[in-house]
């Protein structure tokens, strides 16, 4: 009878946690999608100013294509592993054998003057000329900083100096920096977050002992005050990408994309920059948490010296982009390097949001 008893008290003990644990499961659920259907926070009117471009590998030629297609807006550049304007053609072949080396190595055509800058040239004045980019003159004032690791076997270096020669041609001389002395591979550099420099893989972060969010800030904007340390003091806040392209997801970008707001910018940022970060491929918040938004070395800065720092967001696109690349090379769209390309337009939207205080319609196209 005891053993019987036992048996029956076991039973019962085992139905009571098979009962709690469906009830917790249930409401993890519940909270999931409760979270999940939560309506995304719009981007805030603000009123900042002084707007710049920065980013990584396809960040870094989205950045340089908004930054040129876009030139009368912006001040200054920062471009980590990319090349020069419109690289690609449009061709995934050029973007993968001659402006990068993505295809793998034994396929890989990077070779010095490979790019072939002078048609790059001709082509952006062809653009301009039409009114499909900003006029060109307005490349002569902006400030560019260049970081090319010695060790990057993704865009090799030889792609890094055709986007100085290109810039050259815009530039005066003074204006562009242009560091290659580290033996880093394709990856954001730090002072002391992520792998070991010559180490490729994610979060694509590297510590190098190089603070290249600081150092590119700094010869955008001139002499910054130093950062208090590594850590951040401001908020940061996911916000709503698809009010600024409809349907982001079917266009390579995420539904949302992040905002870092430092202390002194919180009510409209009047008197606050404003800088975009562009992050590389494989590096979205899906793939690597918020690495790229907390860990690339931007927040500190932008704390001491009240810079508004914009993370959009791309996404992958199956079969057309699965490492969730900005559209450098017309996975998307065959406008994708001038002003009415659907990726460009909808961060240049953002901007608009947070430079004027006025809200955008941020119609559609």
């Given at each position: 009878m005891k053993r019987v008893s036992s048996f029956r008290h076991l039973c019962a003990l085992a139905s009571l946690a098979a009962t709690l644990l469906s009830s917790l499961v249930l409401s993890l659920l519940a909270a999931s999608l409760a979270q999940a259907a939560a309506p995304a926070v719009p981007l805030p009117a603000?009123?900042?100013?002084?707007?710049?471009?920065?980013?990584?590998?396809?960040?870094?030629?989205?950045?340089?294509?908004?930054?040129?297609?876009?030139?009368?807006?912006?001040?200054?550049?920062?471009?980590?592993?990319?090349?020069?304007?419109?690289?690609?053609?449009?061709?995934?072949?050029?973007?993968?054998?001659?402006?990068?080396?993505?295809?793998?190595?034994?396929?890989?055509?990077?070779?010095?003057?490979?790019?072939?800058?002078?048609?790059?040239?001709?082509?952006?004045?062809?653009?301009?000329?039409?009114?499909?980019?900003?006029?060109?003159?307005?490349?002569?004032?902006?400030?560019?900083?260049?970081?090319?690791?010695?060790?990057?076997?993704?865009?090799?270096?030889?792609?890094?100096?055709?986007?100085?020669?290109?810039?050259?041609?815009?530039?005066?001389?003074?204006?562009?920096?242009?560091?290659?002395?580290?033996?880093?591979?394709?990856?954001?550099?730090?002072?002391?977050?992520?792998?070991r420099c010559d180490q490729l893989g994610a979060p694509y972060i590297s510590d190098c002992d190089v603070d290249g969010a600081g150092e590119l800030l700094q010869w955008i904007y001139g002499t910054l005050i130093p950062k208090a340390g590594h850590g951040a003091a401001g908020r940061l806040v996911e916000f709503d990408q698809a009010e600024f392209l409809a349907d982001p997801a079917a266009h390579g970008m995420a539904a949302t994309g992040w905002l870092y707001v430092p202390p002194g910018c919180e009510r409209d940022g009047a008197g606050c920059r404003l800088h975009v970060a562009f992050?590389?491929?494989?590096?979205?918040?899906?793939?690597?948490?918020?690495?790229?938004?907390?860990?690339?070395?931007?927040?500190?800065?932008?704390?001491?010296?009240?810079?508004?720092?914009?993370?959009?967001?791309?996404?992958?696109?199956?079969?057309?982009?699965?490492?969730?690349c900005w559209d450098w090379f017309n996975y998307d769209d065959p406008d994708f390097a001038v002003k009415s390309g659907r990726q460009m337009r909808a961060v240049k939207r953002m901007t608009e949001r947070l430079m004027t205080a006025e809200r955008h319609a941020g119609g559609h196209n």
């Open positions: 603000m009123k900042t100013g002084q707007l710049s471009v920065s980013g990584l590998s396809s960040g870094g030629y989205m950045a340089v294509q908004f930054a040129v297609a876009y030139s009368a807006s912006v001040t200054g550049a920062g471009i980590i592993a990319a090349g020069p304007y419109s690289c690609s053609r449009g061709n995934l072949g050029m973007a993968t054998m001659r402006c990068s080396c993505t295809s793998g190595t034994p396929w890989c055509g990077v070779a010095p003057g490979g790019t072939n800058v002078p048609e790059l040239i001709r082509l952006t004045g062809s653009y301009a000329a039409r009114g499909r980019i900003d006029p060109t003159s307005n490349l002569a004032r902006h400030r560019v900083w260049l970081f090319s690791g010695l060790a990057d076997s993704v865009v090799p270096m030889a792609v890094m100096n055709d986007l100085q020669a290109y810039y050259r041609h815009y530039l005066p001389p003074e204006n562009i920096r242009y560091r290659k002395d580290v033996r880093a591979q394709h990856a954001m550099p730090t002072e002391s977050f992520g792998n992050h590389g491929c494989k590096q979205t918040s899906a793939l690597v948490k918020e690495a790229w938004v907390r860990h690339a070395g931007y927040n500190p800065w932008a704390d001491a010296n009240r810079i508004v720092m914009l993370y959009p967001q791309a996404a992958p696109l199956r079969f057309r982009n699965p490492n969730a």
